[in-house]
């Protein structure tokens, strides 16, 4: 829980800011997937942390980190088949 900040810096502002200065706008939908992908890793961060210091675990923690990639991969995907589309058009 203490290094929650990180996946909204690294997994959102980093990679955004610098598709705004190549000047590259993801479509919608690979938006909303990748930054569903990083709320859903932050808020499995957040709930590990809370469980820890609660002094217990649960087995449905690890959903988090594979639906968060999931999402994550979804949005990525998506943008590059994008990309693509706008090429070969």
Do not use: K, Q
């Not at 820890?52 to 998506?78: D, N, Q």
């Amino acid at each position: 829980m203490v290094l929650l900040f990180l996946f909204p810096l690294l997994l959102g502002a980093v990679p955004f800011s610098l598709l705004a200065r190549a000047g590259i706008l993801p479509p919608d939908a690979a938006r909303r997937d990748y930054h569903a992908g990083i709320a859903t890793l932050a808020t499995g961060s957040c709930l590990s942390g809370i469980l820890a210091i609660y002094g217990t675990a649960s087995p449905y923690l690890r959903l988090y980190w594979i639906v968060g990639l999931v999402l994550l991969l979804s949005g990525m995907v998506r943008f590059l088949l994008s990309r693509r589309h706008r090429r070969t058009n």
